[in-house]
């Protein structure tokens, strides 16, 4: 289909993906008809399909953009940390702060994996198997440094991930804490997670710490 | 309207019940409709108002029902249980498990709180705060007790809760890893993610432990 964008084409665009993504995260997005979508941004049916070809499309393009700027700005929150511990930090301040303000995003990531076609759901388990692999190749990196101890780095990734999303779901701005003591709170538990137990544990506190020993069992 | 429910009353509902939460799961609640579900169970669209009156009412029961269960059966997990840090792996152990067989009740639970009825949403949001209550309250005694620190109870309560939720996204039967596997690597994660800071800090090892001020900031 020839694409007639005028000098409006990107605005129209973005008013486009905000109430697909709205429109998404309120009602499902099976039950999301491009007719309502049309109305929701203010123009014909038929003019939609100058933006984008079908409903498939808009949902991809949501979730895969979602990932990929998750992963761009994560390498930069990353750039120049040396020790796993303070990768680990930046990778928790980065996550936690940049899933303040993408609640919708992170939902329909989550709940419309179903509703990809095979070959888009594949593309974005890939990229989102790239951000995980951020964290689990930090975390293979403590273990291997005798700095961090978990018990499978694989599970380890999959649970600190999931803590940290889990903000979306309760996080509203101007609520009781600040997002400075919000980070703190999940820096404290991610860090702490993964400390060795031979240090959190009063009764052999002053033995000599186990340096080897401690990777996956 | 009248229920005009035989012998097989139960087990068509029990029926109805299975094919509602497999719908909701793979289309959303939205883009269910009775028609559907009568189709899927076997049996007239009529004969669905015998045993429901509407879908708002099949969602409302399936939510509440999983969570009534998760805080029956965590209360009896519990039980006998003194020490928060005994407490609390009672707890992770219990999650954990259970929701190895829950994933579309949880799915369900997380994704179509949007979809309930005013009334029904509030009746379901306090269910759900007195399970998280039961962890606040393990994670209130061990702060009190000096056995944990967290920077802030209720982000700890909604992170430790993500992050042991996190295992219906990936965990399937027959994986590489064993169930008891499974458990263990979330037990050092979240034993570990509460513990002093001054015990995993290695410069500090050997300095008596600040049993005081650990407590919320």
Known sequence: ??????????KTMEAIRKAGLRLIFEHGYAAMSLRQLAAEVGIQSGS??????TKQELLFDLVRDHINELLRQLDRALQGKQRPAD???AFVAFHVTYHMT????VFIANSELRSLEPKNYEEIVALRGAY???LAAILTEGVA???FEVVDVQVATFAILAL???????????GRLTKEAIVAAHEKLVLSSVAPTGTADRASQCAPSP???LARR
Chains 1, 2 share one sequence.
Do not use: C, F, V
């Open 1 to 10: 289909m020839a694409r007639t964008i005028g000098s409006h084409g990107p």
């Open 48 to 53: 939609l399909y100058n933006h984008i070809s």
């Open 87 to 89: 990768k680990l930090r």
């Open 102 to 105: 993408k609640k919708r995003e």
């Open 132 to 134: 995980e692999q951020r």
């Open 145 to 147: 440094e005798g700095e």
């Open 164 to 174: 940290l999303t889990g903000l979306t779901t309760w996080y509203r701005p101007g």
């Open 211 to 213: 340096r080897s020993g």
